[in-house]
C-alpha cells in the first residue's frame, strides 16, 4: 500500500500457501515471533511446513484453525 497510514487488510484462503511475512502480518506480530514459535521445544504458533532451510510455508486453513482453537470468549466463561 502507498499510504503510509492506511491499514494493510489481509483475508486469508484456505487452500493457498502463504510465508512467514505474510502470517506474521495477519497476525500482527514480528515474523521474528513466528520463527522463534517454531524453533520452541515444543514448537509453538500455526502448523508450518519446511520445504528447505531457508523456506517454511503456512496452510490458511491452518492459521484460521490455530486462531479458531486459541480464542477466548470472555461471555463464555
Known sequence: MTDTNAREVWE???NAWYTTEDVAAVLKVD???L???RTARPPQGP???HLSDRV???L?????AYLQRNRI???AA
Open 12 to 14: 486469508l484462503t484456505e
Open 31 to 33: 515474523p521474528s515471533s
Open 35 to 37: 520463527r522463534r514459535w
Open 47 to 49: 502448523p508450518f511446513v
Open 56 to 58: 517454511t510455508r503456512y
Open 60 to 64: 490458511g486453513a491452518d492459521v484460521l
Open 73 to 75: 470468549d470472555p461471555t
